[in-house]
Antibody, heavy 126, light 110 residues
């Protein structure tokens, strides 16, 4: 059973770069037809999709964050990572990694996010 | 991309049925049968409840069902139970090969 675990600094200073890692266990980040996503949730607010890296290595980002976001993968460590540059207080949130895509029991490819990390709280403050 | 539109809150009594709507555009909800619904308890990770508009992952109660008409998808919970009280989010795959979420709906079981 695949599990995801986020890790990284909990406190980041304004204007600096937020860096988080999602470690994949019970499966491989480079196998299958999965999208490996980052999603965030500001305090008291809803979910916001940040972007993904596809198993092939291609990426796609939320247009509202695209200029500041980079998602990469380290297959040797079975991890994928998120970097958000020039952070402000508005980037304070719980950050989740999640897996999307795959084949269900009937062999149908689906686009739901079926595996999530527990989330990690990142605060942007001096 | 704009967030999908959900009601901020819905409520119902135990045993009743409730429906949560999720409105998007022809570039997301209306254009693809790739709408998902997630249940989230406070301080916890979201849980996939419905995918591809109508399908339930293994282990999800059949009290949860999904549907879609045009640019609006819906989640219906029948036989409401106290444990269903949570936040619910819809999401859709989009024409930009991206995902978009709704603003979330808080379900209160009276």
């Amino acid at each position: 059973q695949v599990q995801l675990q986020e890790s990284g600094p909990r406190l980041v200073k304004p204007s600096e770069t937020l860096s988080l890692t999602c470690t994949v266990s019970g499966g491989s980040v480079s196998s299958g037809s999965y999208y490996w996503n980052w999603i965030r949730q500001p305090p008291g607010k809803g979910l916001e999709w940040i972007g993904y890296i596809y198993y092939s290595g291609s990426t796609n980002y939320n247009p509202s964050l695209k200029s500041r976001v980079t998602i990469s993968v380290d297959t040797s460590k079975n991890q994928f990572s998120l970097k958000v540059s020039s952070v402000t207080a508005a980037d304070t949130a719980v950050y989740h990694c999640a897996r999307a895509g795959g084949f269900d029991s009937s062999g149908h490819y689906y686009y739901g996010m079926d595996v999530w990390g527990q989330g990690t709280t990142v605060t942007v403050s001096s | 991309q704009s967030a999908l539109t959900q009601p901020a809150s819905v409520s119902g009594s135990p045993g009743q049925s409730i429906t949560i709507s999720c409105t998007g555009t022809s570039s997301d909800v209306g254009g693809y049968n790739y709408v998902s619904w997630y249940q989230q308890y406070p301080g916890k990770a979201p849980k996939l409840m419905i995918y591809d508009v109508v399908k339930r992952p293994s282990g999800v109660s059949n009290r949860f069902s999904g549907s879609k008409s045009g640019n609006t998808a819906s989640l219906t919970i029948s036989g409401l139970q106290a444990e269903d009280e949570a936040d619910y989010y819809c999401s859709s795959y989009t024409s930009s090969s991206a995902w978009v979420f709704g603003g979330g709906t808080k379900l209160t079981v009276l």
